[in-house]
């Protein structure tokens, strides 16, 4: 079963554009993280921020959380292509990590 | 640091025969998760180990088993294999706790005839 659903499903855009991906989950959480992973590839770890945060910056990152509505956005200020990847959030319920559905981006050079 | 490695990286098999994943963490971690992904049911959670010891177990059935030495590489073994067993299995490296940040390999890619 999965933890956390991200919306949207499928996202395209331009580069130089922000992509904005939302996850929302059902338990309450220790901390949410945002992973990527390139086409048949492995994850890897983008983000992590903490129940007691509600704002983290990594670069062209920018992560929110919002316990009170068990959802948390990821920011990708002026895309690149090489930002194409699916995008999963996932927190850790029953101590095991569950991933979200993902969001797809494509970025268009 | 070296990263996760995962071997082989691509293998294919007919249904019936067994298979072993072999998965090796970042020095110093003492934790590896393994994770089946696939189209369908997206990514799912195997089981865990820890110090040589299964410390989670995801909901697979019992054709799927694991081990870790204690060099903490960890194995992961698929007997009796189906169709639907084809994915690709990722591993990840953790220090310590499952809510730290895992470092995932870059998976095998099991196909099954």
């Known amino acids: 079963s999965q933890q956390g659903e991200e919306d949207p499903q499928a996202l395209s855009i331009q580069e130089g554009e922000n992509a904005t991906m939302n996850c929302s989950y059902k338990t309450s959480i220790n901390n949410l993280q945002w992973y990527r992973q390139n086409s048949g590839r492995g994850l890897v770890h983008l983000i992590l921020?903490?129940?007691?945060?509600r704002e983290k910056h990594s670069g062209r990152l920018r992560v929110t959380l919002d316990t009170s509505k068990k959802s948390s956005s990821l920011l990708i200020t002026a895309s690149r292509a090489a930002d194409t990847a699916s995008y999963f959030c996932?927190?850790?319920?029953?101590?095991?990590?569950?991933f979200g559905t993902g969001t797809r981006l494509q970025v268009f050079p | 640091k070296a990263g996760v490695t995962q071997t082989p990286r691509y293998l294919i098999k007919t249904r019936g025969q067994q298979v072993t994943l072999s998965c090796s963490p970042i020095?110093?971690?003492?934790?590896v998760s393994w994770y089946q992904q696939t189209p369908g049911q997206g990514l799912q959670f195997l089981f865990e180990?820890?110090?040589?010891?299964?410390?989670n177990k995801g909901n697979f059935p019992g054709r799927f088993s694991g081990r870790q030495f204690s060099n903490s590489r960890s194995e992961m073994n698929v007997s009796t294999l189906e169709l639907g067993d084809s994915a690709l299995y990722l591993c990840a490296s953790i220090r310590d706790s499952t809510t730290d940040t895992q470092y995932f390999g870059p998976g095998t890619r099991l196909t099954v005839l």
């Open positions: 020095s110093g971690h003492r934790s």
């Open positions: 921020i903490r129940s007691n945060e």
């Open positions: 996932a927190t850790v319920r029953t101590d095991k990590l569950i």
């Open positions: 180990y820890f110090s040589e010891t299964q410390r």
